[in-house]
């Protein structure tokens, strides 16, 4: 089985957005043909391209130990090759 990022995949991950408690929102920049997406808690906002963007990024700000910032330096190996 395949999941990827489709149009199906905007409202669940916008309604998980809202059941982790942000409030969501989105503004429209006609300058650039844009949406942004917002989603706010507790002093914290994140903004993101698209809703499964936003629900990443809330993901990672409510990973322990995160705190929104995120080291690039780690020697950790990403990805494994086949």
Known sequence: ???SDA???SNPALLTVAEMG???SVTYDPE???????A??????IEADSPL??????????T???QGT????????????K
């Open 1 to 3: 089985m395949t999941f």
């Open 7 to 9: 149009g199906n995949t």
């Open 22 to 24: 942000y409030l969501i």
């Open 32 to 38: 650039f043909d844009k949406l942004t997406w917002t």
């Open 40 to 45: 706010a808690k507790d002093g914290v906002r």
């Open 53 to 62: 963007t936003l629900l990443g990024m809330a993901v990672l700000r409510e």
């Open 64 to 66: 322990p130990g995160s």
């Open 70 to 81: 995120f080291a690039t330096n780690s020697k950790a190996p990403l990805f494994s090759r």
